[in-house]
Nanobody, 119 residues
């Protein structure tokens, strides 16, 4: 099982980035997908999530109307489109695959990709 994030980098305030999370080793379409971020000295926080069954999405208030989560079940890839980036969006961004089972749950995490918003 592997989740591999890519697409991070350095961007100026007001710019855009699209992160990718390529999944392998499990049935991607069965899993809810989420993006989290963790800034230095801060707790990991949920940024966006998308359900596997009906595509329902949920966003943190701080990124609503700026970030968009979407997925491609054919290629097994989740994405996070980030627009109007702010310096406070600087963090390591990680993707997570989640599936609720009858007895417990399955969680898979990627290693993360660094996003730095600075002029």
């Amino acid at each position: 099982v592997q989740l591999a994030e890519s697409g991070g980098g350095l961007v100026q305030p007001g710019g855009s980035l699209t992160l990718s999370c390529a999944a392998s080793g499990f049935t991607f379409s069965w899993y809810d997908m989420s993006w989290y971020r963790q800034a230095p000295g801060k707790e990991r926080e949920l940024v966006a999530e998308m359900r596997s069954d009906d595509g329902t999405t949920n966003y943190a208030d701080s990124v609503k109307d700026r970030f968009t989560i979407f997925r491609d079940n054919v290629s097994g890839t989740a994405y996070l489109r980030m627009d109007s980036l702010k310096p406070e969006d600087t963090a390591v961004y990680l993707c997570k695959a989640f599936r609720q089972l009858r007895l417990g749950a399955e969680n898979y995490w990627g290693q993360g990709t660094q996003v730095t918003v600075s002029s």
